[in-house]
């Protein structure tokens, strides 16, 4: 147990779905980020949220849509994904995002069909 | 050039042995560097960091760094079956991105 909470584990949807994944941090850290994680690939950074304010948007496609409502949520909002877009997606958070290590939820599997 | 690479293995060493696992970085001015150990099908989890150039020992596990030579090292003495997974490296840069290598997976065989 990380104190780093992501829902749901596992997630199938549709080209056509609107979804969201979810993460919650216990930590009292300040930073917190998606990262998607592909077979073969590696971790991929997607969003970095520091504060509450989004510092890195690594050129995600805009079907993918975070939202950061304060320093312990975090959510991934998904609209017309596509079968490339399967793949682990990891919530972790740090103290404050600069040199602090990071700790990771569980992950969510997403398989879109 | 890729930001951190790493040797994909798979590395293969005894039951015992020592694991030595490498990871280079491409950004002179990153500050923080990381071990994370990822069981198949499992998150990350931290096994490590270090900040300082030299070693750093915690348990069987000791990293080195060498910020000249822009080189990051994870040492696994006594490996165990249990040591079987993949490790990655990561490095946190000036800003706030903390970026992975594509990991090295161990295998440790009886």
């Known amino acids: 147990e990380t104190g780093v909470t992501q829902t749901p584990r596992h997630l199938v949807m549709g080209m056509t779905n609107k979804k969201s994944l979810k993460c919650e941090q216990h930590?009292?850290?300040?930073?917190m980020y998606w990262y998607k994680q592909s077979a073969k690939k590696p971790l991929e950074l997607m969003f970095v949220?520091?504060?509450?304010?989004?510092?890195e948007n690594n050129s995600v496609p805009s079907r993918f849509s975070p939202e950061c409502p304060n320093s312990s949520h975090l959510f991934l909002h998904l609209h017309t994904l596509q079968p490339e877009d399967s793949a682990l997606y990891l919530c972790?958070?740090?103290?404050?995002?600069?040199?602090?290590?990071?700790?990771f939820g569980q992950g969510t599997r997403l398989t879109v069909v | 050039q890729k930001e951190v690479e790493q040797n994909s293995g798979p590395l293969s060493v005894p039951e015992g042995a020592i694991a030595s696992l490498n990871c280079t970085y491409s950004?002179?001015?990153?500050?923080?560097f990381f071990w994370y150990r990822q069981y198949s099908g499992k998150s990350p989890e931290l096994i490590m960091f270090?900040?300082?150039?030299g070693d750093k020992e915690d348990g069987r596990f000791t990293a080195q760094l060498n910020k000249a030579s822009q080189y990051v090292s994870l040492l696994i003495r006594d490996s165990q079956p249990s040591d079987s997974a993949t490790y990655l490296c990561?490095?946190?840069?000036?800003?706030?991105?903390?970026?992975f290598g594509t990991g090295t997976r161990l295998q440790v065989f009886p």
């Open positions: 930590l009292g850290h300040n930073a």
């Open positions: 990561a490095v946190n840069m000036i800003t706030d991105k903390l970026i």
């Open positions: 270090i900040y300082s150039n």
């Open positions: 949220y520091n504060f509450k304010e989004q510092t």
């Open positions: 950004d002179r001015g990153s500050q923080s």
């Open positions: 972790a958070s740090s103290l404050t995002g600069g040199r602090d290590e990071a700790f």
